[in-house]
């Protein structure tokens, strides 16, 4: 109970509603199964019984936390064939059950996928409810369900929208639309970890513009952050998928590459700083970068890491500029 606990705290708030759904599912349902055995109310009984043997799968994949979308995907459809089952087998007073319902699956599923379930929840429901109960009934609950949807659709994809904007500008420089510092500690800790478990080799490149002081002096400081612009572009280009770039302060930054040994690190830092030489734009003044690269060794820290590769930049800067150095 205690490491269930534990676990519940460390997820995400989408998985904590689906075990919190399944646990309620299985704590409420199984006194009321065996009710509905005392009362021989067998199909309600089979309901819910079905009901708590998915729960109880459910439950278990979440915790080993696997197939989390397909499990919550399956918990969101068995919630509303559930309800749909129990509005028609229960009483009008199990109706009511059909709002929380609605916010549970929204709590739990893409807003999109959400709204699609309880628009066919709701068209399942209506024949259901036309052969047990008044049209004034129906078209009340119509009306007050399809509100709820509406309404908690909006909001929820308002709330979907600003959590991902906010985590855009968390991790992302304004400026440069490159990752930041933050988002650059984070990845490096997973090639760390991936190291760690599979041996694969990541290359840092950390490169910063030349004379940097003297072009801001010379054009001001708007030319100076076209140049960063425009650089840091150009560079973004010639990546291929898995490598990222990102700004470690001021007019330095990094790029990962995932897979790549210190002389593939070489080879890109070469060809980057000839592609952006060659197509950086003629409205600018001219520019160059010096690099540092180092491949990630055994055991170190991502603080051992960049100093590494600041190193091997100071001695690209120390050597007259616009070079590469390889990092020992
Ligand atoms: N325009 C602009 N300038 C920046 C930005 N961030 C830092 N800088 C400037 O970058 C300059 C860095 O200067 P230095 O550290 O002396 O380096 P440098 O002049 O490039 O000299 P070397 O690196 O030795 O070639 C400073 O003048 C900072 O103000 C930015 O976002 N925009």
Redesign the pocket.
């Known amino acids: 109970m205690i490491l269930l606990f534990r676990e519940f705290s460390s997820r995400s708030v989408s998985d904590r509603v689906a075990m919190s759904i399944v646990l309620l599912i299985i704590v409420a349902l199984s006194p009321m199964t065996v009710f509905r055995y005392l009362q021989g109310n067998y199909p309600m009984m089979i309901i819910d019984f079905g009901l708590i043997v998915v729960a109880c799968l459910s439950l278990v994949f979440l915790y080993l936390n696997q197939y989390g979308n397909y499990i919550k995907g399956i918990i969101g459809v068995a919630l509303a064939c559930g309800m749909v089952l129990a509005s028609y087998y229960g009483s009008d007073a199990t109706l009511y059950w059909l709002f929380p319902g609605t916010l549970g699956i929204f709590s739990m599923l893409q807003p999109r996928r959400a709204l699609v379930l309880l628009i066919c929840m709701s068209s399942a429901l209506l024949p259901v409810l036309s052969n047990k109960t008044s049209l004034d009934t129906i078209f009340v609950l119509t009306a007050t369900l399809g509100a709820s949807i509406f309404f908690v659709y909006y909001f929820v994809r308002e709330l979907q929208l600003r959590f991902e904007q906010l985590n855009t500008e968390a991790i992302e420089d304004y400026?440069t639309q490159t990752g930041n510092r933050r988002a650059f500690h984070r990845d490096a800790e997973q090639c760390i970890s991936a190291k760690l478990k599979n041996q694969s080799a990541t290359a840092l490149i950390v490169f910063?513009?030349?004379?940097?002081?003297?072009l801001?002096d010379s054009y001001g400081?708007g030319v100076?952050?076209q140049v960063?612009k425009e650089s840091t572009r150009l560079m973004s280009k010639r990546l291929r998928r898995t490598d990222k770039i990102y700004r470690l302060g001021?007019?330095e930054f990094g790029i990962l590459m995932k897979n790549c040994s210190l002389d593939d690190g070489l080879v890109l830092a070469r060809d980057l700083r000839e592609f952006v030489a060659e197509n950086r734009s003629d409205k600018l003044p001219p520019y160059t970068m010096s690099f540092g690269v180092a491949e990630l060794s055994e055991g170190e820290s991502v603080t051992d890491w960049v100093e590494r590769a600041d190193k091997a930049l100071y001695a690209s800067?120390d050597a007259g500029?616009d070079k590469i150095t390889a990092a020992k």
Request: hydrophobic share 25%; no cysteine; charged share 45%.
């Open positions: 400026l910063d513009m030349d004379y940097f002081k003297r801001n400081h100076g952050d960063l001021g007019e800067k500029r």
